[in-house]
């Protein structure tokens, strides 16, 4: 196979080192099922379904086939005061697998983007109820919700903070989760519940009656896979419907079957005001988001509007693009057809079972994992960083895609790999992580 040389002087990539990256190129040239190949034809495997995208694995027919009909029929339609009937059939097919009293839905391309729509109908709702003196939102330390204004100024990882903090909003954080005792824990650890009271005490400094939302993820995704611990959510629940803050689930990573569950509300036994998603949304297809909300949120909005003009004064280019749409409405057909939510609970104990075997190897610091999702805390390098890096990059070179944070992998394979993908898979960080000349 040959292949025509790349010049990547123009291309500024995303979240990368660049320069370390021009020196030593790792490039995907092709996809199946839970498998890359470099231009080169070397195999590896995909530990990480792309960014949390592929859940269904890669180079899926039945959507490649839905994009085409849909490019044929109607490629574009714009839907400020227009629409297109997929969309429609797509927020009816979401509204099924939500959370019940969770069905109504506005689209955006990106997770980043959906977040910054939520935050924006909090801010709607709010002042349609009368209350618009609520502006201020409450996230988590080591939260990350996107990279847009409003996910900027949300996030609670330093680093993507750092260069931005004078463009932020007004968002104050609770702490994280984590702590030492719960190393190598399996799901949910049994202390920790009491952290959730952070939000109680920012209601205490600022007045509850000016927080308008607090976002969590429920499993804190990017960091490493931090679960919650049990009653966490719950206690959120509780404080939030005393203050009268919306609770906001950011489910742009544990949506569609990553926990078991179609969401992680579900999982968890929690409902909150709003979810955004995103990623296997589509299967990682075409990008597109979602925000979903309470009925209640979305016709209080409109009804608080009377004058012949639009009710949310927000969207996209690409809200609900008739070709995104198909192509989500492809990936959820697969995901009920194969039973993937299913599957993805059932493989689970395996999954975890592969993961917390490391726990003794030199590079392991930390293992933590819930339903197809699990984080591996690397132990600490000359820098912070520098390891994880170290240890993405070797494990490319093996035959491993896993994405790395920080120090922290995180390890999320599709949940249509087969236990032999799941075996080969740990087998290779079992290789890379047993170095002890890292």
Partial sequence: ???????????????????????????????????????????????????????????????????????????????????????????????????????????????????????????????ARGEAQRTRFVSRSWGYHGVNLGGTSLAGMVGNRRDFSGVTCDVVHMRHTWNEEQRFTRSQPEDGAHLADDLEDMCKTYGGETIAAVFVEPIAGSIGTIVPPKGYLQRLRQIADKYG??????????????????????????????????????????????????TEIQK?????????????????????????????????????????????????????????????????YDLRGHGMMAGIQLTPGKAPGEKGSIVQRLLFKDGLHVKATGDALIFAPALVSEESDLEQMVDSLRRVLGRSDL
């Avoid at 949506?255 to 709003?274: I, L, N």
């Fill in 245 to 294: 803050i919306l609770l906001v689930f950011d489910e742009v990573i544990t949506g569609f079957g990553r926990t078991g569950s179609a969401f992680a509300s579900q999982e968890f036994g929690v409902t909150p005001d709003v979810i955004t998603m995103a990623k296997a949304l589509t299967n990682g297809t075409i990008p597109m988001s979602a925000v979903a909300v309470k």
């Fill in 1 to 127: 196979m040959t292949h025509m040389p790349i010049t990547m002087d123009n291309h500024w990539l995303p979240f990368t080192n660049n320069r370390l990256f021009h020196q030593e190129p790792q490039i995907f040239a092709r996809a199946k099922g839970v498998r890359y190949w470099t231009p080169e034809g070397q195999e590896i495997l995909d530990g990480s379904s792309g960014l949390f995208c592929s859940a269904a694995g890669h180079g899926r027919p039945e959507i490649a086939e839905a994009v085409h009909k849909q490019l044929m029929e109607l490629d574009y339609t714009p839907h400020f005061q227009r629409a297109a009937p997929v969309s429609f059939e797509l927020a009816r097919r979401l509204a099924e697998i939500l959370p019940e009293g969770i069905d109504r839905l506005f689209f955006g391309s990106s997770g980043s983007e959906a977040v910054d729509s939520a935050m924006k109908i909090c801010l709607a709702y709010h002042r």
């Fill in 300 to 364: 209080t909005v409109i009804a608080s509007v009377t004058a012949d003009r639009p009710e949310l004064m927000h969207g996209y280019t690409y809200s609900a693009h008739p070709v995104a749409c198909a192509a989500a409405l492809a990936a959820l057909d697969i995901y009920r057809d194969e039973k993937l939510f299913e599957r993805g609970k059932s493989l689970s104990d395996t999954f975890l079972d592969g993961v917390f075997g490391l726990r003794n190897l030199p590079q392991v």
